[in-house]
C-alpha cells in the first residue's frame, strides 16, 4: 500500500504523539496485527513495551546499523508508560525473544505481497520481470552459530565465519523482494529455491543463473500458476532433441528427464519443451534456454535483450549489503533465532524504503524506481521519520509529497553499455612491502 494512501488515514494525532507513532502508519496495523496472531504472539495483555515497539527495533537494526540497541530505542522515540520512560537494552532484547522470528518473516511476506499487487511494474511482453539469485551473510563467530549454520571448511578444519545462505525472488524493475528463504550454509540454493515456488506470481518471466539448471525446480515453476515463465543460460554440454525450427537460431526442443530427477520429482514427464534461443554481442555467441515457446507473442529480437535483466537482483544485494547493512563484516546479533530475525528484519526495511522509491516514481511516467539513487533515498526516507514534524497531522501529507518531490531529484546517470571489468589476479598479502624495481637494479 503506498506510504501517501496512510498519511492520508491519518485524521488526528495527540500532542504528545512519539516517532514510533509515525512509523507505524508505514507498516499497517493490520499487517502487525496478522503477523502476530500467525506467530502465536499476540496477547491481550497491554505491556509497557508492546509488540509493535520491538518490532521496529528490529527495523531499526538495519535502519540505523552503526547505532546501539540504546540508541535505536531513543531515535524511534521507543519509551515507557510511566515517570521512568527509559527503555534498558534488556527489556528490548528481552522483548526480542518474546516476539520471535515467525512474526518478523510474516511481516515481511504481507507486506510485499501487498505492494507488488498494490502497484503496476514495468512488464516485457505483458509479463513482470522477476530474478531468483542468491547471496550469503555473515554472523557472529561463536559455538552455537557454527552448530545452526555451519561455515566454510579446508584441511585445517573449520577457519571462517558461520555463514547464512539466502535465496530471494526480486522484481527487477523495482529491486522490490517478493519473499525469500534462507537456511544454514550447507543447504544449497537449489533448495531454497523451491521454497519460493508459493510466491510466483501470475504472468511473470524469472530469470535465473545458469546453476539453477534442474529440470524438475523448472517444471513446477512452469506449473505454478498462470503464464509463470523461466529463462536461464544453456549449458555447454546441454543435450536435445529439435522439434521444430523457428529459424536459424531460434528453435523448440525437447529436453529429456533422468530417473535421478524423477525420484526427486514424482510428477516430472518424460520430457520437457522448451526454447533455444542463440544470439551474438560482439562477435560472442550465447544460448538462453526458456518456456517461451511462442514466437508470435515472444518474437527473437526482443527475447535476446531481456536476460540482461537478471544483474538487477546482483545490484539489490548489493544495496542491502553495502547500503543499508553498511559493508559491515557481520550480523550484529549473537544467537542464531536472533540472527533469523535480524536477517528478516532487514529485508523488512529494505522493501519499505523500495515501496517509498515506488511511491515517488508514479508521477514520472518515464522513471522507473531503479533509476534512483537507493542510498540517497535511503538517508532522506530515514531523515524524514525522524525529523518531520508530527505536531500536526494535516501537515503530514504535504512533507511527504515534499519527500516524493526530493526522492525524484536522485536520477542515475545512464549506464555505460559496454562497461568491462576484465578479471586480474590479485596479490598474495605479505608481511614485508613489495621491493621497487629501481632499488632490486641498485642493489
Known sequence: MPLSNHCDDLTSFLDDVHTLDKLKNVLDADILEQAFEYAGVATVRRRRLPLEAIMWSVIGMSLFRNETVWDIASR?????PGKNKLVAPSALVQGRQRLGVDAVCH???LL?????????????????????????????????????????????????????RMCSLMEVSSHLLLDSSFDA???????????????????????????????????????????????????????????????????????????????????????????LTTYKVDGKSYRVLSSLIDPMRYPYDELTEVYTQRWEIELGFREMKQGLHQSKHALRSKKPDMVRQELW???????LIRIAMIDATKAEEILIPR?????????????????????????????YEELLTTLRLFVLPDRLPDRRYPREVRKKPRKYPYKRKCQSILN
Open 112 to 164: 510485499a505481497q501487498r505492494a507488488f499487487y498494490k502497484h503496476a511494474f514495468e512488464q516485457w511482453c505483458g509479463l513482470n520481470l522477476l530474478a531468483v539469485d542468491g547471496v550469503s551473510f555473515r554472523t557472529q563467530d561463536n559455538e552455537e552459530n557454527r552448530i545452526a549454520f555451519g561455515s566454510d571448511s579446508n584441511q585445517f578444519g573449520e577457519g571462517s565465519y558461520p555463514q547464512i
Open 185 to 275: 550454509r550447507h543447504v544449497g540454493e537449489m533448495t531454497l529455491a523451491k521454497r519460493l515456488l508459493s510466491s510466483v506470481p501470475d504472468d511473470s518471466l524469472t530469470l535465473f543463473d545458469r546453476g539453477y539448471y534442474s529440470l524438475g525446480l523448472l517444471y513446477q515453476w512452469q506449473r505454478q500458476g498462470k503464464n509463470t515463465h523461466w529463462m536461464l543460460p544453456a549449458r555447454k554440454d546441454l543435450q536435445y532433441q529439435v522439434e521444430r525450427h523457428i529459424s536459424d537460431e531460434d528453435k523448440i526442443i525437447s529436453l529429456h528427464t533422468s530417473p535421478q530427477a524423477k525420484s526427486k520429482f514424482k510428477d516430472l514427464p518424460e520430457q520437457i519443451t522448451a526454447r
Open 76 to 80: 524511534l522515540d521507543i519509551t515507557l
Open 107 to 109: 511481516s515481511f511476506r
Open 371 to 399: 533509476q534512483l539513487s537507493f542510498s540517497l533515498c535511503m538517508r532522506h526516507i530515514i531523515a524524514f521519520f525522524m525529523l518531520t514534524p508530527i505536531h500536526s497531522a494535516s501537515k503530514l501529507p504535504v512533507h
Open 345 to 351: 528484519g532487514l529485508l523488512l526495511a529494505y522493501n
